[in-house]
């Protein structure tokens, strides 16, 4: 009988390690996945344009490339969402596997790729090619068909990207980067609040340009006030040695009332400091520094973070 309980007992015991482990595990994957969502581009085929075309989805964001890389395949995969958009993704493309090394994607497809006309396998090796290396840290793509890869005019191993694959004329060959950013803007008691959010940076702009164009444009949330004039239109954002340089137009310091002349500097300096190669912001109007701002805010120096003013 006696051993009997203790059968009984490390049975019980056992279940609820089991459990607690389990729980741990979805936490912990939870947790992995919640670091915020983001949009992002995936490209298919338009059926009734016979091109590629963008569709935008909210993905999880996370800081594991590999976790990033395999969830987006796996949510390209699954097929446009739009129905209403005429976009496809032929049934004959299958993902059977999927990794990536050194900056190149290497996507092996299911048999059926080879079934497919001449020109649904170029759009459908483009929208494949879009999609993966819209990823900062994907800059080629290598095809493979049950194994054997697809190659050039040469017998090679044909590496893709975004340069030598079909594109339209409305499709921006550029790549992006995805950034999560921290903008300040006002709330009611006159201090500065964070707001998180996941942009979209181009290589040909800074993200230092990108930050004060959100700026600009204002909050989401509408507990928040702007901080930035909206006739505001950027000159030029460059950083040097620490100093990020945010060249205005005059709309910047003609529109900008007197009572918050404080909370609007701050809101670029406080959100451009964020970044880790940003320490001061020296400001210029159209090219110049101006010796104040406001009649009473030394114009002429560089502005460091202050967070007294950051609820």
Do not use: W
């Not at 300040?184 to 707001?195: P, R």
């Not at 210029?284 to 202050?306: H, M, N």
Request: proline share 4%.
């Amino acid at each position: 009988m006696k051993n009997i309980k203790q059968v009984l007992v490390y049975a019980v015991l056992a279940v609820i390690i089991i459990t607690v482990v389990v729980l741990i595990f979805v936490h912990t994957k939870n947790v992995k996945l919640a670091e915020g969502t983001g949009t992002y581009n995936m490209y298919y085929i338009n059926a009734n344009t016979n091109t590629l075309e963008a569709e935008k989805r909210v993905v999880n964001l996370v800081n594991d490339n590999t976790l990033m890389f395999n969830s987006i395949v796996d949510e390209y995969a699954s097929g446009p969402k739009n129905s209403n958009s005429g976009l496809i993704l032929p049934p004959e493309i299958k993902i059977a596997d999927k990794r990536y090394m050194d900056s190149t994607a290497y996507i092996d497809l299911g048999e059926g790729y080879n079934s497919l006309a001449p020109n649904l396998k170029v759009l459908c090796t483009g929208a494949l090619v879009y999609t993966l290396t819209d990823l900062s840290f994907i800059n080629n793509v290598c095809i493979s068909v049950e194994g054997v890869p697809v190659t050039d005019n040469k017998g090679e191993t044909f590496v893709m990207n975004r340069e030598n694959v079909r594109n339209n004329p409305s499709i921006d060959p550029e790549k992006t980067d995805r950034q999560t950013v921290k903008l300040y803007f006002a709330d009611n008691s006159g201090k500065l609040v964070a707001e998180e959010r996941s942009i979209e940076v181009k290589q040909s702009l800074t993200l230092e340009n990108q930050i004060v164009e959100q700026l600009i444009a204002g909050p989401k949330r509408s507990s928040l006030s702007p901080t930035i004039p909206s006739s505001t239109q950027i000159k030029d954002i460059k950083t040097e040695d620490g100093i990020c340089y945010v060249n205005l137009t005059q709309a910047f310091i003609r529109n900008t009332s007197p009572s918050t002349e404080k909370i609007t500097i701050y809101s670029i300096v406080n959100s451009l400091t964020e970044l880790d190669n940003v320490k001061k912001i020296q400001f210029l109007i159209e090219g110049e520094k101006l010796s104040e701002y406001g009649g009473d805010i030394d114009f002429s120096k560089p502005f460091e973070r202050d967070s007294s003013l950051i609820r």
